[in-house]
């Protein structure tokens, strides 16, 4: 049976990690659109869909209250 060791790993909140995995994300997909040819076509990355099962958190609701 494999049992993962996690040894010396900061615990963070699923707040931060969501907001840590967006903005690496983020870095991604800009780091695509600056690397396709440069055309007269504008390419743009507007979406804010999230690829997981939650497509908005509690905290989120909140927030928008």
Do not use: C, G
Request: hydrophobic residues 35%; glycine residues 0%; without cysteine.
């Amino acid at each position: 049976m494999y049992k993962p060791q996690f040894l010396n790993k900061e615990k963070i909140s699923l707040k931060d990690y969501v907001a840590a995995k967006e903005a690496h994300m983020n870095k991604i997909f800009a780091k695509v659109t600056d690397n396709l040819p440069k055309t007269s076509a504008k390419v743009q990355v507007t979406t804010s869909q999230r690829f997981t099962v939650e497509q908005k958190y509690e905290w989120e609701n909140e927030a928008s209250n």
